[in-house]
């Protein structure tokens, strides 16, 4: 069975300091793996998805994750963090490896605060 | 740019009401899906949809129903709604020809069931 687990439900940084959300992932296959943000009273939107090409993903707005099979981790990281940044955030894998079924698991989120 | 478009953004209902939530979608997705959100709890899937009059339960089925009548809207229904479905409902499509698995999201609709 396929699951992820944000192993911090809180982070907070400082504006100009790097971000590091952690995830960690378990599936009977090879996975596709997305990051979501959901700004406050928002949706969510697609930040980034690894789908077995290139293990490191770039995504929108400086983002970028790393696929790590051996450890079973997709963190997301950011150079220098903007106080737009602040958001929730959520690791989510596929419930096929194929991914074209649209079912996807997500973790429990990790709120992103930045401080000034 | 994909649209989702919930109806409603803000509800406060009665327990017992029935409650309906629209999604409308306007890319021809031929998926589309009911998320709960609930604080430490992340998404959880309550029904999906790969096609007109067509639907699956997801993971937390129970005191819900859907509806697709046409094929870019999607209804979740509570025929009874009760205090515990307080929540954060977000619908979303997809389209599996088009896309690897990417997610569209409308911004939600609040229910709150006094």
């Known amino acids: 069975a396929q699951s992820v687990t944000q192993l911090d439900s809180h982070v907070s940084v400082s504006e100009g300091t790097p971000v590091l959300l952690r995830c960690n992932y378990s599936?009977?296959?090879?996975?596709?793996l997305f990051w979501y943000v959901q700004h406050p009273n928002k949706g969510l939107q697609l930040l980034l998805k690894?789908?077995?090409?290139?293990?490191l993903v770039k995504g929108i707005n400086g983002f970028e994750a790393e696929f790590k099979k051996s450890e079973t981790s997709f963190h997301l990281t950011k150079p220098s963090a903007h106080m737009s940044d602040a958001a929730e955030y959520f690791c989510?894998?596929?419930?096929?490896?194929?991914?074209?079924?649209?079912?996807?698991?997500f973790g429990q989120g990790t709120t992103l605060q930045v401080k000034p | 740019d994909v649209k989702v478009t919930q109806s409603s953004r803000y509800l406060v209902k009665r327990t017992g009401e029935k409650v309906f939530l629209e999604c409308v979608q306007d890319?021809?997705?031929?998926?589309m899906f009911w998320y709960r959100q609930d604080p430490g709890l992340g998404l959880r899937l309550i029904y999906f949809?790969?096609?007109?009059?067509?639907?699956e339960k997801g993971d937390i089925p129970e005191g819900y129903s859907v509806s697709r009548e046409k094929k870019e809207r999607f209804s979740l229904i509570l025929e009874s709604a009760s205090t515990n479905q307080t929540s954060m409902y977000l619908c979303?499509?997809?389209?599996?020809?088009?896309?690897?698995?990417?997610?569209?999201f409308g911004e939600g609709s609040r229910l709150t069931v006094l």
């Open positions: 979303a499509s997809s389209s599996p020809g088009r896309s690897t698995g990417e997610l569209f």
């Open positions: 599936s009977s296959y090879s996975p596709s």
């Open positions: 690894y789908t077995s090409a290139a293990t």
């Open positions: 989510v894998v596929s419930v096929d490896g194929s991914s074209n079924t649209g079912k996807l698991i």
């Open positions: 890319m021809d997705h031929e998926n």
């Open positions: 949809s790969y096609d007109v009059k067509m639907k």
